[in-house]
C-alpha cells in the first residue's frame, strides 16, 4: 500500500524584511543572522535577489530567473548565508517575482530573443505581446517608448547608432541595446556591394563566404514563422550565419573595412538629414519601433507592470513560463534554503487561484524530495518517490483536506474594506496591509472626524469627498497613463460586440467610455473570475461597478452598461458555442488584469497625495475616507484572522508603505487635539506666507500641499539633535518628499508634465520656512508643538508594535523599525540601516537588564525613551516571549477584553488563552487626554482611576505578571466583576503584556 507523505509546512514565527541590494549584500546579511536571532527573529524575508537590471536597489526588475544577482552575491556567499541561517534554526522567506520582468537592461536574453525574432523567437509566448494592434503599422511589431524626444529628432542628433558586434549588428541608444533582424542584415552588407567586389577577385575564398552568408540569410524562415520546426530551424542557423559572418570579419581586412564603412554611412552625419535614411531604412523593417516615451500611453503593445514601460508582464499561466522562471526559486527549495515565498502583486496574474495552485504543488514535490533525500531510513521503492506517484498522493490529500498548504506561501494582496482573500486561494494569507490599517486606525480619535473635515476644508479653501477624487483620479489614469490597454480592451469588446445583432450597434468609442467608467466605479482592486461559475463575492463587486457607473452616465445608452455586465459575469446566451463562451471569459480575465493597476495608480499613488485631511490613515490598503479604526472593528478582524488566517503576516512598515510606523503614530495624534492643530495652521500659514511665490497664477505651495507639509515635517522630524550638516540632509529630505509628493498628487505638477516653475517654488518655499540660521518664528513656534506631538507618539508606537508582536498572525519587522524610524516613500524608507549600532543596543539591554536591578533598569529606560532603547526592548522581550509560547500565539484563542471607567476609551486589551497559559495585552491610546502635559508619565492611580479591566474567564483569583517589568498585579472584584485595575498594570512601564503565573 503507498505511504501518504502530509508533509508539515515550516511557519515562520517572526519575519525580519531585509532589503538587499549593491548596498547591503548576502554577506552583509550573514553578519546580522545572530542579532535577529537574539532579537526573537524566526525567518529573515528578503526582498527579490534573482539577477536584476544593473544598479536596481529594489529588485524588482529581475532579467535573469536562472541566476543570482551578482550585485548581492555570488553562490557561495548565498550558501554561507543559508548555513549561518540553518545554525540558528532560521528560515527564509523569498520575495517572488512573477508577474513581470525588467527589459531595459541587455542582460534579459528572453526579451532581446524577441526583439531579434518577433514571434518566431522560442520566448514569444514569455510576454503578453498584443502582435496585432489596433495601429496597423504595428503590426508583428513591439513598440518601444525608450527614446528621450520625438524619434525624427533623435535620429537626426545622432542620439541612435549602428554598431557590429561578434557577428551580430545592434541599435545603440545610451545603455540601450536592440538586436537587428538577421534578414535586415543584408540591407549594411548588400549596400556598396559592387565596390567590395572590385576590391576582391570572383575567385577569392573570403567573396565567396560572404556572398554564401548572403545567400543563407535570404533562406532564414520568416520573423512572423510560429511553426515549431520552422521557429528551430531559424534559431540554429541565424546563429551559424552570425559565427561565419565574426570569422570572415577577422580574418578578412577587406570584408572588415567593407562592414565598419558601412556603418560609418549608416551612422550618418550630424546636421545632414538625408544622411539618416539608409538607418531609418533599417529600423523600419525591425521588429521593434522606437518611439518618444510618451507614447507608450496610447500606443505601446505590450502589457507592463502598472504603467512602467521597462517592466514587461510575464505570462505565468503558460506551462513553460512558469517552468523557466521558477526554475532557480525551486532549486533554492529543494535545497531547503528557502522556506517560504512571497508573492509580489498577485493581481497582476491572469489567474491568481490557478497560480498558486500550481506554485503549492511544486513546492509539496520540492519538499518531499528534499526530505527523501535527507532521510537516513528511506526505506521507499522508487516507483513510489516517483513524480506520478507523489502527485496522486497530494491529490489525495487535497480530496481529504481541501484546505492543505505544504508550503508557507503569502501573497501581496492589497484588500478593500471588509474584503476577504478569495477561499480557492491555498496561501497563509497576505502581507500584513490590512492589519496594518486597522492597527493605526485605533489610535486614531474617530470622535474628530467631522472636526478634521472642517478643519481641512477650511485650511485649503475648497471640499474633497473622497469618494469622488478617487472616481477622478481613476479616469485621470486611464487617459494620461494606461490609455492603451483600455483602447485594446475597447476594441476586443468591439468585436464581441459585433458578432450578436443586438449588440452590433454599439460604437467602438461608447464600449471603451463605459470599460472606462466601470473600472473608475470598482470598488476593490480586482475580482477573480476563471470559469463560467461567477462567485457571488465577484458578482456583488461587478454590480455594484456597473449600476453606480450608470448613475453618473445617464445620458449614455445603459444597455451598453448591461451588456458589459453580462459578458464580465459570463452571462452568455444559451445558443452559445464554447468559442463564443471562451472569447467571452477571456475577455473578462484581461479585464480584470487591468482593473488592479488601475487602483494602484489612481488611489495610491495620486488620491493618497491628494486626499491630506490626516496623511497617517493615507497608507497602502487603507481607508482615509474612515477617520480611524473602532476597537470593536479591530477585535473583529483579529477574532477572524484566528480563526481563519492565523499565519498571515502583519505590518506596520513596509518597503512600499507611504511613511513609516513610527511617523504614522506621530501623526494620529494630531486626531486627538484638532483645536490645537487648528490654532497651528492658522499661525504658521500666516507667518509663511511671505515665502510663498506663485508660478504662472499659482501660489506655491497650493494650501493642499502646504497643509501635507506641516503633517510632513511633524511626522518625520528627527529626535536626535542636528548640527548643520544632519540639518541639511533633513532638509533635502523633505525637498525631495515633498516634490515627488507634488509630481504623484498631478494637480499643479506632474512626472509626465514637470511644471518647473511651480516645483522651483515650491523648494524656495520650504528652504526659507526651514531655514534656521535666522530668526524663524515658524520654526520656533512648531519646534515646541512638535516636541509635544513626539513625546505621545512614542507611546503610539510601542503600543502598536506590541500589539502586532502578539495579535493573531505572523509579525513582521521592517529593516532597522526595531528602534525609532522616522522614514517616508521610497526611496526614502530604504536608506541603509545601521546594524552596528543596533547590535551594540540589543548588547547593552541584555546587560543592564541582567545586571542591573530591573526597577532602575526601566526607570532609566522611561527617562531616556528617546534613543530607542524602549522600543527595542519592547520589540525583544515580547517576541522573545512569543517564540518560548509559540502554541498560545499561533493556535490559542483571541478574547477580546472591555475596560470599565473614566479612561475605558483609553485602553485596547484582549487575552490569548490556550488549554495550558493565558498572557493579556494591554496597551493605552489617546494620551492627550490622560496626560496633562506630554513629560507626565502614563503610570498610577491619579492618571487612570477607576478604569478597570474585565477578564470574564477568571472564576478564582490569579496573578499575572508584566514581561517587560517583572511586576504582578493580581485579579480582583469591582462591581461584580473580576479583573484588575488600570493602576496596577500601568506602574512603571507605558504598556503590558501580562503572563498568568498562578
Not at 501581496?412 to 496561501?427: A, F, M
Not at 502581507?431 to 472626524?449: H, M, S, W
Amino acid at each position: 500500500m503507498m505511504q501518504t507523505h502530509f508533509h508539515t509546512p515550516r511557519i515562520p514565527i517572526a519575519t525580519y524584511r531585509l532589503q538587499l541590494n549593491k548596498h547591503f549584500t548576502f554577506p552583509d546579511a550573514k553578519k546580522i543572522v545572530a542579532y535577529l536571532h537574539a532579537l526573537g527573529i524566526s525567518d529573515i524575508y528578503c526582498s527579490p535577489y534573482l539577477k536584476a537590471g544593473e544598479g536596481s536597489l529594489h529588485g524588482y526588475d529581475v532579467v535573469d530567473h536562472h541566476s543570482l544577482n551578482p550585485e548581492i552575491g555570488t553562490e557561495q556567499e548565498m550558501d554561507e548565508l543559508s548555513r549561518e541561517l540553518e545554525h540558528y534554526g532560521m528560515g527564509h522567506v523569498f520575495d517572488l517575482v512573477p508577474n513581470h520582468m525588467g527589459i531595459a537592461d541587455k542582460e534579459n536574453i528572453w526579451w532581446m530573443d524577441v526583439l531579434e525574432n518577433g514571434m518566431s523567437s522560442c520566448y514569444a509566448n514569455f510576454f503578453d505581446i498584443d502582435w496585432n494592434p489596433i495601429k496597423d503599422e504595428l503590426k508583428n511589431k513591439i513598440l518601444l517608448p525608450v527614446l528621450g524626444d520625438q524619434y525624427g529628432n533623435v535620429l537626426d542628433n545622432q542620439e541612435l547608432s549602428l554598431t557590429f558586434e561578434n557577428g551580430a549588428f545592434f541599435i545603440l541608444y545610451y545603455h540601450h541595446k536592440f538586436p537587428l533582424r538577421p534578414q535586415t542584415y543584408p540591407e549594411i552588407l548588400k549596400h556598396r556591394l559592387e565596390e567590395l567586389e572590385k576590391t576582391l577577385p570572383e575567385e577569392n575564398p573570403n567573396l565567396a563566404e560572404f556572398l554564401s552568408i548572403l545567400t543563407a540569410i535570404d533562406h532564414l524562415p520568416a520573423y512572423t514563422e510560429t511553426e515549431e520546426e520552422k521557429i528551430r530551424e531559424r534559431r540554429r542557423e541565424k546563429e551559424v550565419i552570425k559565427k561565419r559572418l565574426h570569422t570572415l570579419y577577422n580574418e578578412s581586412p577587406e570584408i572588415r573595412h567593407f562592414i565598419d564603412e558601412n556603418v560609418l554611412l549608416f551612422n550618418g552625419q550630424k546636421g545632414g538629414t538625408e544622411s539618416f535614411d539608409l538607418l531609418n531604412n533599417l529600423l523600419d523593417k525591425q521588429v521593434y519601433r522606437l518611439s518618444h516615451w510618451r507614447v507608450a500611453t496610447e500606443e505601446i503593445n505590450y502589457r507592463r507592470f502598472f504603467d512602467i514601460s521597462d517592466l514587461a508582464a510575464t505570462r505565468v499561466e503558460e506551462p513553460d513560463v512558469f517552468r523557466e522562471t521558477h526554475e532557480l526559486v525551486f532549486s533554492l527549495i529543494r535545497q531547503g534554503k528557502v522556506t517560504g515565498l512571497r508573492v509580489d502583486h498577485p493581481d497582476g496574474l491572469y489567474c491568481p487561484p490557478e497560480y498558486f495552485k500550481e506554485l503549492q504543488k511544486n513546492c509539496y514535490l520540492l519538499t518531499l524530495e528534499r526530505n527523501a533525500k535527507n532521510s537516513k531510513n528511506n526505506l521507499a521503492s522508487a516507483d513510489e518517490q516517483s513524480e506520478e506517484n507523489t502527485l496522486k498522493q497530494y491529490h489525495e490529500i487535497l480530496a481529504r483536506e481541501p484546505h492543505y498548504k505544504p508550503f508557507y506561501i503569502v501573497g501581496e494582496k492589497i484588500l478593500g474594506r471588509s474584503e476577504k482573500i478569495p477561499e480557492d486561494w491555498p496561501i497563509f494569507g497576505t502581507t500584513g496591509y490590512d492589519f496594518l490599517a486597522a492597527v493605526n486606525g485605533i489610535f486614531v480619535e474617530t470622535r474628530n472626524a467631522k472636526e478634521f473635515d472642517k478643519i481641512y476644508s477650511r485650511f485649503i479653501k475648497e471640499t474633497i469627498y473622497f469618494h469622488e477624487i478617487v472616481y477622478k483620479k481613476k479616469k485621470l489614469i486611464m487617459q494620461v497613463a494606461m490609455s492603451s490597454e483600455i483602447n485594446t480592451l475597447g476594441h476586443y469588446l468591439n468585436r464581441i460586440s459585433e458578432k450578436n445583432r443586438h449588440t452590433r450597434d454599439f460604437t467602438l468609442n461608447s464600449l471603451a467610455y463605459a470599460i472606462i467608467e466601470v473600472i473608475a466605479c470598482f470598488p476593490v482592486y480586482r475580482t477573480y473570475i476563471h470559469s463560467p461559475e461567477v462567485d457571488e463575492r465577484d458578482k456583488r463587486y461587478v454590480e455594484h461597478a456597473v449600476s453606480r457607473a450608470r448613475q453618473k452616465n445617464p445620458a449614455l445608452n445603459e444597455s451598453i452598461f448591461f451588456f458589459l455586465k453580462d459578458v464580465l459575469l459570463n452571462n452568455y446566451p444559451g445558443y452559445f458555442k464554447e468559442e463564443d463562451k471562451k472569447e467571452w471569459l477571456n475577455f473578462t480575465m484581461k479585464f480584470q488584469q487591468i482593473t488592479g493597476p488601475v487602483m494602484a495608480k489612481g488611489v495610491e499613488d495620486t488620491v493618497f497625495y491628494v486626499y491630506n485631511r490626516l496623511i497617517s490613515l493615507n497608507e497602502v490598503g487603507g481607508s482615509p475616507d474612515w477617520f480611524g479604526t473602532s476597537i470593536e472593528a479591530f477585535h473583529g478582524q483579529n477574532t477572524e484572522r484566528a480563526k481563519s488566517w492565523q499565519h498571515s503576516m502583519l505590518a506596520t512598515s513596509t518597503h512600499d508603505t507611504k511613511r513609516s510606523e513610527d511617523v504614522r503614530a506621530r501623526i494620529n495624534v494630531l486626531s486627538e487635539i484638532p483645536a490645537k492643530w487648528r490654532e497651528c495652521l492658522i499661525r504658521w500659514s500666516r507667518n509663511n506666507k511671505k515665502h510663498k511665490h506663485l508660478a504662472g497664477d499659482l501660489a506655491a505651495p497650493g494650501k493642499n500641499e502646504e497643509y501635507l507639509f506641516y503633517q510632513t515635517l511633524i511626522g518625520a522630524w528627527p529626535l536626535e539633535p542636528m548640527d548643520d550638516s544632519g540639518y541639511e540632509i533633513f532638509k533635502n529630505r523633505i525637498k525631495e518628499y515633498m516634490l515627488k509628493a507634488s509630481r504623484e498628487a498631478k494637480e499643479n505638477t506632474s512626472w509626465i508634465n514637470p511644471n518647473t516653475a511651480y516645483e522651483d517654488a515650491l523648494m524656495h518655499f520650504i528652504n526659507n520656512v526651514m531655514n534656521r540660521k535666522q530668526n524663524n518664528a515658524f520654526l520656533h513656534d512648531f519646534k515646541r508643538f512638535q516636541g509635544e506631538i513626539s513625546h505621545y507618539g512614542i507611546y503610539n508606537s510601542i503600543a502598536q508594535t506590541l500589539l502586532k508582536i502578539t495579535s493573531p498572525g505572523v509579525p513582521d519587522i521592517y529593516q532597522g523599525n526595531e528602534i525609532w524610524s522616522f522614514c517616508l516613500v521610497d526611496p526614502d524608507n530604504r536608506m541603509p540601516v545601521d546594524y552596528g549600532m543596533r547590535i551594540s543596543m540589543l548588547e547593552e539591554l541584555k546587560g543592564q537588564e541582567t545586571n542591573g536591578g530591573m526597577q532602575a533598569f526601566i526607570t532609566n529606560m522611561m527617562r531616556n525613551r528617546e534613543n530607542g532603547m524602549i522600543k527595542l526592548y519592547v520589540t525583544h522581550k515580547a517576541l522573545t516571549f512569543r517564540k518560548e509560547n509559540r502554541e498560545l500565539f499561533e493556535t490559542g484563542n483571541y478574547t477580546p477584553l472591555e475596560a470599565a471607567g473614566t479612561k475605558e476609551n483609553n485602553v485596547c486589551a484582549y487575552a490569548r488563552n490556550s488549554n495550558t497559559k493565558t498572557a493579556i495585552v494591554v496597551v493605552p491610546r489617546f494620551m492627550t487626554q490622560i496626560l496633562s502635559h506630554a513629560e507626565e508619565l502614563p503610570f498610577g492611580k491619579h492618571v487612570w482611576g477607576d478604569t478597570f479591566l474585565s477578564l470574564p474567564f477568571e472564576d478564582s483569583a490569579a496573578g499575572y505578571q508584566n514581561i517587560f517589568t517583572g511586576e504582578v498585579a493580581k485579579t480582583t472584584i469591582h462591581n461584580n466583576t473580576k479583573g484588575i485595575f488600570l493602576s496596577e498594570i500601568f506602574t512603571t512601564f507605558p504598556v503590558a503584556l501580562m503572563e498568568k503565573i498562578c
